[in-house]
């Protein structure tokens, strides 16, 4: 029984966690994070899986990561190095390829190898993207406002949100309209008529979620992931020297030099509950922590249907919390390579596309059926990836002359029709390594290892409920104010004292940083 | 001499009657012309075998009871009809019909999924919610979202306020339902998959959308707040009568009305609309020319693209109409035997919707161009309550069938075949008793009666084409880029559909004006 007391309790080392931590530690509190795994960093970690090989287990890149959270806890400082990805190459079958360099003219004179006509509207949707990013961007570091409410602190937001809407050139306003509307198929096809451009540009508005790039929604989801920025450089991905992992093990840095006390291998079992009022945790050792602030980092349903006992919580919010749509199609797979795959639509000389993310998305049709396949409870049987070879990027990723692959894959359902277990988990690796070496036939004759993480096995690891990676669905109806529950957006929770700082809060999933930094804002008008 | 109209309407929609029966009452003078034979477009009802009549195109809706009492139809021979039943057709000639009375509902879903029974009228409710905010919006012209006017300020005032007023709780909720998705939304509620295929049928209505989609809650909302929701609504004589009663009233005010006329292009000089040019060769003056017809229509062949924006010109190419829904008319010699049925169930609207997932897996196909082998069907028999559709013991049936994609190229033949194959696993005897048939393929509609690939709402009734962004963001308050040109269509707010409110909202602006 420990009874020292702290001033705030984060359960779960997640990069939000932490980053919460950090916060509430640079204003003072006394804070202690726990997290159940061995090491911090929840689904932002690089493991050792196979001897030599660091492994991407999970999250693998990094654009999301807000600015101010960067420069307020000096992650430079503290380790955090981040190495843009400079290029995109789409491979494709009939031995021809596209590819997205960092020099705004090579890549439109690679598109207009596939439509004269798309490279000359790639600078205007260029431009249009980024004003539409620029203009959201201030949202994001909002505590949402309840719409229903009338505090003046709700007002003061809400007049924010309109300000900031308004400020829109009228044109943009309504296209920003429709984009949040509509599917990034339709949208792309309005500005695009080649097809591989297509396929590559409409990944961003599938990822992470389960929706196809035909469903109305993925429009969001498009535009959610251009307001990414690293060093103000948008639609800029990232790889962080040491995987993401390099990124949790600076914030945790950052958080350990603000006083932050973190203790891993320390499973929380309950938030304990006194009078409506969160007093500390129980560890599943029975360890007992107290505080004035408890915060969880954890996805809502973890967090309300598992870790708070449900006398302590009304009904109705319990209900929105089990209606909250978790349902995640996002696999992680990493193969440890005897050299490098050889890819046939790759030409001579090109070689330095290896360096950037390898996508297999060819056509929105692609994408489509392979959303199809997997969404009554199936998987892809020609499966999207977004692949990364980070041993190009970070030697130390991998032993001299080999290398590591790293693969976001959609779509395998969360909910697969019998359920997972291993023979299925093996089933799908082949469907993946089967599509992959289509386009790199050597593939298979230098594969040293190979390990997938399904939903299933997201969930078993990280604990993150059905594997989502965002902590549910960004699906319009849990946006904003509504993320997780309608009148708890607000990073506040029925239980006084008890706070969330997940990505089941508003903005939602990524490396953002921002539930966290959020979370802390409206901890600290709370508790100053 | 010649005459200038106040006003010329080319198209004759119920939108287009509304607005001319309005017009001429305010003393305006007024020319209606219908490129078709049929008054009413694909909202007619027409004889398409020996005695027999059926709906052409829309198979039901109705007017808003704003204009019904307004323009007195009543006094111009109308006469609503309101089917009270909706059958749900499962496999192994199973069924189950909600009547629209909710307690007689409750008591049906009572015997197969209990639990679903005690949420059904709160699900209800909250429906009626969002329907009633959409009833109020629907009654005025959209309002301008970005930097408001004053008068729209106060409107949307009034908007928030009845918004605000369902309380804290259920505020965020029709929210949330504006834009989620009906599998979303019938996941919520209730456990019963047959249940929850039933609800989701309404979603996808004149949608080339699945259940999965978000905005297809909104479409299923729309339906309710035009009056044409899960129990569908017809008039003695079918949809066309509703359409005659709006021409009788328009032109006891003055209303000229011609039919089988076809209209070249809308004249226009110095960037304003001063008539329309027939196929004949003559020109008709005009202060104002208002277009039922949908945008693209509109845009491209009424008004040549040089005379607009190449701007406005790519964005009327990006509108999505995709139609993918056909209609199959059958004259039958006997009433077919649904098996399980009662005649009082078949009065009502059969409905071939088992799942959520059946309706999506049906749009699976079409997203390719293809046409599923188990489409959605929604079918009735209108003879049954309506005698003189049909002669002395035989009957009509009316067939939707969704989805039949514009680009797939399918034909008549197969769809028919479909039709009648499908609704035949409940009623075996139905394909014997086929006398005639007519069959329009969206392909059909855009042949005959210029609905942009044979879309039957104008657009569709997606939330990135509703509100202040149908037809077209800017240009949402039926005004367009040519002066004095004007849109009153299905294409245009509240979108598509019987109501007539798009005719109403037009003429309380041009009025105002």
């Known amino acids: 029984m420990n009874n020292h007391k702290y001033d705030a309790i984060v359960i779960g080392g997640g990069h939000n966690g932490l980053v919460n931590a950090a916060y509430l530690a640079k204003a003072g509190k006394q804070v202690l994070v726990l997290e159940r795994r061995h090491t911090v960093g929840g689904a932002t970690i690089t493991e050792e899986v196979y001897p030599g090989f660091k492994y991407l287990i999970a999250s693998y890149l990094i654009s999301l990561l807000r600015s101010e959270v960067i420069q307020e806890l000096e992650l430079a400082r503290h380790g955090l190095e981040i190495m843009p990805l400079e290029s995109t190459f789409v491979p494709l079958l009939d031995g021809n390829y596209l590819a997205d360099w960092p020099d705004h003219d090579a890549t439109k004179h690679e598109i207009s190898r596939h439509s004269k006509r798309d490279a000359e509207a790639y600078d205007e949707y260029s431009r249009t993207m980024r004003r539409l990013a620029l203009a959201v961007r201030p949202l994001l570091d909002l505590i949402p406002p309840d719409p229903t409410s009338v505090t003046p602190n709700d007002l003061a937001t809400m007049a924010k949100v309109k300000g900031t809407l308004s400020g829109l050139r009228k044109d943009d306003f309504y296209l920003l309209a429709r984009l949040m509307t509509m599917s990034a198929g339709d949208f792309l096809d309005e500005w695009f008529e080649s097809t591989p451009l297509k396929g590559t540009k409409a990944t961003s508005g599938i990822i992470g979620t389960f929706m196809g790039p035909r469903t109305p929604g993925t429009g969001y989801v498009l535009l959610h992931h251009y307001i990414g920025d690293i060093d103000g450089v948008f639609r800029a991905w990232g790889f962080a020297r040491g995987g993401t992992g390099g990124l949790s093990q600076a914030i945790a840095s950052a958080a350990r030099s603000l006083g932050v006390e973190i203790k891993v291998n320390s499973p929380v079992a309950q938030v304990i509950v006194k009078n409506g009022v969160a007093t500390g945790v129980a560890l599943e050792n029975g360890d007992e922590y107290f505080a004035d602030i408890i915060v969880s980092n954890a996805d809502a349903k973890r967090t309300f249907l598992k870790l708070v006992d449900s006398k302590n919580l009304p009904d109705d919010f319990i209900n929105d919390i089990k209606r909250f749509r978790i349902s995640s199609p996002a696999c992680k797979v990493n193969l440890a390579l005897d050299g490098l795959p050889e890819f046939t639509s790759l030409p001579k000389g090109k070689e330095a596309l290896l360096r950037g993310s390898i996508e297999i998305a060819p056509s929105i049709d692609y994408l489509e059926r392979a959303y199809d396949d997997a969404k009554y409870g199936g998987w892809s049987r020609k499966p999207f990836m977004d692949a990364l070879i980070p041993s190009l990027l970070d030697p130390g990723m991998a032993p001299p002359g080999k290398h590591i692959m790293s693969m976001f894959v959609e779509y395998a359902s969360s909910d697969l029709e019998g359920g997972w277990n291993e023979e299925k988990k093996a089933e799908f690796l082949d469907v993946v390594i089967d599509t992959l070496a289509e386009y790199a036939p050597n593939l298979k004759n230098i594969i040293l290892h190979k390990h997938i993480m399904t939903p299933w096995d997201l969930e078993n690891t990280f604990g993150l409920t059905a594997g989502h990676i965002f902590h549910g669905e960004l699906s319009l109806q849990q946006l904003f104010f509504l993320r997780p529950s309608p009148q708890w957006s607000n990073y506040r929770t029925p239980i006084q004292n008890f706070y969330m700082c997940g990505s089941s809060t508003h903005p939602g999933g990524c490396i953002t940083g921002a539930p966290g930094r959020n979370a802390a804002m409206a901890i600290l008008e709370d508790r100053p | ?513």
């Not at chain 2, 309101?82 to 057709?89: A, D, G, Q, V, Y």
């Not at chain 2, 199973?94 to 679903?116: C, G, H, M, W, Y």
């Not at chain 2, 009233?249 to 076809?262: H, Y």
């Open chain 2, 1 to 513: 001499m010649t005459t200038i109209y106040d006003a010329i309407i080319i198209g004759s929609s119920p939108n287009a009657l509304t607005l001319a029966a309005y017009l001429s009452k305010a003393k305006e003078r007024v020319l209606v012309i219908e490129p078709s034979k049929y008054l009413g477009g694909i909202a007619s009802t027409t004889s398409f075998a020996e005695g027999f009549q059926a709906d052409l195109g829309l198979m039901s809706g109705q007017l808003n009871s704003k204009i019904i009492n307004e323009l007195s139809l009543s006094d111009y021979g109308l006469e609503v009809i309101e089917r009270n039943s909706i059958t749900s057709l499962l496999a192994n000639q199973k069924s189950f019909t909600l009547s629209s009375d909710p307690k007689e509902a409750v008591n049906v879903i009572q015997s197969f999924a209990p639990r679903d029974a005690e949420r059904y009228q709160k699900f209800l409710e909250l429906l009626n919610l969002a329907k009633e905010l959409l009833e109020s919006a629907y009654l005025i012209t959209p309002l301008q979202a970005h930097n408001p006017s004053v008068v729209e300020r106060e409107q949307l005032a009034t908007l928030l306020g009845q918004l605000h007023a369902y309380g804290r709780r259920e505020m965020p909720e029709v929210i949330r339902l504006l834009v989620m998705s009906s599998r979303d939304l019938l996941d919520e509620w209730f456990e019963n998959t047959e249940l929850k295929g039933l609800l989701a049928s309404l979603s996808v209505r004149a949608l080339t959308q699945g259940t999965f989609a978000s905005g297809t809650t909104f479409n299923l909302l729309h339906h309710l707040a035009i009056g044409d929701g899960y129990f569908r609504t017809t008039a003695k004589g079918g949809i066309g009568a509703i359409c005659q009663a709006l021409a009788k009233a328009a032109k006891s005010f003055g209303a000229e009305i011609l039919t089988d006329t076809k209209v070249s292009s809308i004249d226009i000089n110095d960037s304003t609309a001063t008539g329309v040019k027939l196929e004949n060769g003559e020109i008709i003056k005009a202060t104002k020319v208002i277009s039922d017809y949908d945008a693209r229509y509109s845009f491209t062949k009424l008004v040549s693209p040089i005379d607009l924006e190449p701007e406005f010109n790519r964005e009327v190419k990006h509108i999505r109409y995709k139609g993918s829904v056909a209609r199959v008319n059958l004259a039958l010699s006997d009433l077919p035997s649904f098996t399980g049925l009662n005649q009082e169930a078949l009065k009502g609207t059969l409905v071939i919707s088992p799942s959520v997932a059946y309706i999506e897996k049906a749009f699976d196909r079409a997203k390719y161009g293809q046409m599923s082998s188990q489409p959605f069907i929604e079918a009735c028999i209108p003879s049954l309550s309506d005698p003189t559709l049909a002669p002395s013991g035989k009957h009509v049936m009316s067939i939707w069938l969704q989805y039949v994609p514009y680009k797939g190229n399918i034909s008549q033949e197969q769809v028919e075949n479909l039709a009648i194959t499908k609704l035949s696993e409940f009623a075996p005897n139905l394909k014997s008793l086929v006398l005639q048939s007519q069959v329009l393929t969206p392909q059909d509609f855009e042949a005959e009666f210029n609905l942009s690939e044979g879309h039957l709402y104008g657009g569709e009734m997606m939330l990135s084409q509703a509100f202040f962004l149908r037809p077209l963001a800017g240009f949402a308050q039926y005004q367009t880029p040519i002066e004095k040109l004007y849109l009153c269509g299905a294409a245009t707010h509240p979108g598509g559909g019987i109501s007539g409110l798009a005719g109403r909202n037009l003429a309380n602006k041009l009025s105002f004006n």
